[in-house]
């Protein structure tokens, strides 16, 4: 069984940075953050395998934010750097217990943490 839970999330001006956590239970395969802003659809971030570290993007992030873990710890971080108010949205993390197609399809994952608000202000 997995289990995951975010904190990290605050509200920030436009061009400032945050870091979200997720800590995660048991052994999945992948892990991902996720974003809903009101009224819109979940959309991905970005994810990674966790035995190997491969990473995926959305090009909406890309260059701004960096997915790392902590396998230690077990420990997804999102580095969130250059935000803007379109990065405003409640930050989902999610996990699949096997390999998918594709690693930035919210269909694909059956995992998911309750969330934690963004909020970026202009």
């Known amino acids: 069984q997995v289990r995951l839970v975010e904190s990290g999330g605050d509200s920030v001006q436009a061009g400032g940075s945050l870091k979200l956590s997720c800590e995660v239970s048991?052994?999945?395969?992948?892990t991902a953050w996720f974003r809903q802003a009101p009224g819109k659809e979940r959309e991905p971030v970005a994810s990674i395998i966790r035995t190997v570290g491969t990473t995926n993007y959305a090009d909406s992030v890309k260059g701004r934010f960096t997915l790392s873990q902590d396998n230690a710890k077990k420990i997804l971080y999102l580095q969130m750097n250059d935000l803007k108010p379109d990065d405003t949205a409640m930050y989902y993390c999610a996990a699949t217990a096997r390999p998918i197609g594709n690693p930035l399809d919210t269909s694909s994952y059956g995992y998911w943490g309750q969330g934690t608000q963004v909020t970026v202000s202009s």
């Open positions: 048991g052994y999945p395969y992948r």
